[in-house]
């Protein structure tokens, strides 16, 4: 028995809905894959710290923005710095998901390729903590920075000798901004308001909770757009031919009506020389 599917509407151009069962177990098996693929990744806190130094090192050599100028203005205040806290604890997943149910629900063919997009980006980020560990900088008791989570809460992370469900190691690169960054360039790419550049508010939100934080260095984005910029060249955006097939399409269905008026009830009228016009007759 075959799978059914949705289209998005009726006509030869609707686009059908993959079968929901299997998105939601393939979703589901690429959380599952990504969440024991990093703590596969547990043991190596010694170059862990070297390379969180070093990273630290680097970025000042790169003139980087220190991580501690944006924490300093979060802590100015506790609700801010608690609300940094709650977003970066409870955003980050739900608006990914939400992300994904929409364009299922109203872009199929965008919905296919933004899962695409984000299971290889995903998968790539796997294969980091096993090359390159990285202590997050709230760790470095040499940046000066605090860890928000744990003096302000909510804290999504436990003692790291004792903590089961996370690689604290793996900061390296910042999913959070990779997806952030993703949810708003597939809105963009899925939408047509005027207001829907908008949507980038999102991943620069992002950027300065998770640097904010101490959760992140600045280069843990950067690596996450890039992999995100990779993964784009791979899955290109759907639909970018869509608009210059639609005129030689349209074209054939004039030719095809052989003429007539787009009810189909009457004729057409017909330039004449001199620019009067005259009615063509009806089959």
């Known amino acids: 028995m075959r799978a059914l599917t949705k289209p998005t509407g009726s006509g030869p151009g609707a686009v059908p809905r993959p079968p929901v069962v299997r998105e939601l177990l393939l979703v589901a098996g690429l959380f599952v894959v990504y969440k024991i693929g990093r703590r596969l990744?547990?043991?190596?806190?010694?170059?862990?710290?070297?390379?969180?130094?070093?990273?630290?090192?680097?970025?000042?050599?790169?003139?980087?923005?220190?991580?501690g100028a944006v924490q300093s203005l979060l802590l100015r205040d506790d609700t801010m710095v608690h609300l940094a806290n709650v977003y970066y604890a409870t955003?980050?997943?739900?608006?990914?998901?939400?992300?994904?149910?929409?364009?299922y629900l109203r872009r199929p063919l965008h919905?296919?390729?933004?899962?695409?997009?984000?299971?290889?980006?995903?998968?790539?980020?796997?294969?980091?903590?096993?090359?390159?560990p990285l202590a997050p900088p709230r760790m470095l008791a040499s940046t000066a920075l605090v860890d928000t989570g744990r003096l302000y809460g909510p804290s999504v992370y436990g003692p790291p000798n004792t903590d089961h469900l996370s690689n604290q190691f793996?900061?390296?690169?910042?999913?959070?901004?990779?997806?952030?960054?993703?949810?708003?360039?597939?809105?963009?790419?899925?939408?047509?308001?005027?207001?829907?550049?908008?949507?980038?508010?999102?991943?620069?939100?992002t950027l300065t909770v998770i640097v904010g934080t101490a959760n992140h260095y600045w280069l843990d984005a950067v690596a996450a757009a890039v992999m995100l910029g990779a993964a784009l060249t791979v899955v290109p955006v759907p639909g970018r031919g869509g608009a210059r097939a639609a005129g030689p399409a349209r074209s054939r269905e004039t030719a095809a009506a052989g003429g007539r008026s787009r009810t189909g009830r009457g004729p057409v009228a017909a330039p004449a020389a001199g620019g009067r016009t005259f009615e063509a007759a009806a089959p």
């Open 170 to 205: 793996a900061a390296m690169p910042s999913l959070h901004f990779g997806w952030a960054l993703m949810v708003a360039i597939g809105l963009i790419a899925a939408t047509r308001s005027r207001w829907r550049a908008l949507w980038l508010v999102h991943p620069l939100i």
């Open 111 to 132: 919905y296919v390729w933004a899962r695409r997009v984000l299971a290889l980006v995903t998968a790539a980020a796997l294969v980091l903590p096993f090359t390159f």
């Open 41 to 67: 990744a547990l043991g190596r806190t010694d170059a862990a710290f070297r390379n969180a130094d070093r990273m630290w090192d680097l970025e000042r050599v790169l003139h980087l923005p220190g991580e």
């Open 91 to 103: 955003v980050h997943f739900p608006a990914t998901v939400l992300f994904l149910v929409w364009l």
